[in-house]
């Protein structure tokens, strides 16, 4: 069998996303196909991303039929390995699962709060043609966005995974954990170093009560975790909005987040926590099954890229930290962090059953990198 590259991910993300927009009707359109961005405002909303129960931007599941539903979701399918997509599959259907949490009530001002169908897809330019394209999908604790340029897929990133809740019962006494992997490989890292390791990898026994880079495009050295309410397209009337500052309020102050904790946590420019050249290679191992829960989202084609990243001693510069309890059901929070990387981890919130995850790669995010190189080497030519 002939192993994927970046144009053979590329040309079948193009024939979905045709396939995709064949079915679509003007009105459709409008929502979900968007011209390549040629203004400030196009090029900011083609970044925009989100991982809370909000707008973000393109045309959602429910206001497709069931054809178009497929269309999209072969889409998604493209731009994910088998694992992240059934792990994607899944937290989309936990909507069901929380609206049932939270008593099949409305809220967020939507007459269904907690909704499978509210997941937003939208292409920017056009598939079928040569120049750069790209596409996002996006709804609650999922968020994939692809770059083609050159026909090829350059940038994955942002890749938000979540889940509410982190663990469900099923029947004969197991459990559903679609990110348990992620949580539990950095845990059993965490465990395997010493005393001495650990207190370097520990930044502060209080966790971070949620990923500190939040949806920002570019995170940056200083940043702090993004009060709740300032995660949403716009805000809400002023009840909920004081509905949302009391939860997000309540978080920290349960958790104990104090100034000091939250200078302990915020990002900065090297890599905080223990560095994987303080580690042994049974450690380092670990480290690169934890890094796997992240770049492994990517499909065939794609996923080796990231890997090579990260072979041999280009992993060296990848350093792990830790806030927060080191055992299953305390709060904590975890980030691996270095060139070409920042992996967050959260799981605090709903007495630790609501977990977040994302991989991102700084500076290389929705290729903005790359386009700019394209756009220069276009505009000198």
């Given at each position: 069998m002939t192993t994927p590259s970046p144009a053979?991910?590329?040309?079948?993300m193009a024939e979905a996303a045709v396939a995709w927009h064949e079915t679509l009707d003007d009105e459709q359109r409008a929502e979900g196909v968007w011209r390549w961005p040629g203004?400030?405002?196009a090029d900011v909303e083609r970044v925009r991303w989100y991982y809370t129960p909000t707008d973000h931007g393109g045309l959602t599941l429910h206001e497709q039929l069931p054809h178009q539903q497929r269309a999209a979701m072969r889409l998604l399918a493209t731009g994910l390995s088998e694992?992240?997509?059934v792990s994607a599959s899944t937290i989309m259907g936990l909507e069901n699962v929380l609206d049932r949490t939270?008593?099949?009530t409305a809220s967020f001002d939507r007459d269904r709060g907690r909704d499978p169908g509210m997941y937003y897809l939208r292409v920017f330019g056009d598939p079928a043609g040569d120049g750069p394209w790209s596409w996002r999908f996006g709804g609650h604790h999922v968020s994939?966005?692809?770059?083609?340029l050159g026909g090829e897929a350059v940038a994955g990133?942002?890749?938000?995974?979540?889940?509410?809740?982190m663990s469900s019962p099923l029947l004969g006494g197991r459990e559903l954990r679609p990110l348990g992997a992620v949580e539990d490989t950095a845990r059993d890292?965490?465990?395997?170093?010493?005393?001495?390791?650990?207190?370097?990898a520990v930044l502060t026994p209080t966790a971070a009560p949620d990923i500190v880079g939040g949806n920002r495009v570019h995170p940056r050295p200083g940043d702090r975790v993004i009060p709740l309410p300032d995660l949403w397209r716009g805000h809400f009337g002023q009840e909920l909005e004081d509905r949302m500052w009391a939860m997000h309020d309540g978080l920290e102050h349960g958790l104990g987040v104090d100034d000091a904790d939250r200078a302990a946590t915020e990002l900065t420019a090297a890599p905080r926590g223990l560095l994987a050249t303080e580690m042994d290679e049974r450690q380092r191992a670990q480290l690169r099954e934890v890094l796997e829960t992240y770049i492994g989202r990517m499909p065939p084609g794609l996923v080796e890229r990231e890997r090579a990243r990260f072979d041999g001693e280009a992993l060296d510069g990848v350093g792990f930290a830790w806030a927060?309890?080191?055992?299953?059901?305390?709060?904590?929070y975890y980030r691996l962090q270095g060139p070409h990387l920042l992996a967050e981890w959260d799981n605090t919130q709903r007495n630790v059953n609501h977990a977040h995850s994302v991989w991102r790669d700084p500076g290389h995010d929705f290729g903005l990198d790359l386009l700019g190189e394209h756009l220069s080497g276009h505009h000198t030519a």
């Open positions: 053979t991910v590329a040309s079948a203004s400030k405002a694992p992240g997509y939270e008593g099949f994939v966005h692809h770059l083609v990133s942002p890749c938000f995974l979540g889940a509410d809740p890292l965490l465990h395997a170093l010493d005393a001495d390791q650990r207190a370097r927060g309890g080191v055992e299953r059901g305390e709060p904590h």
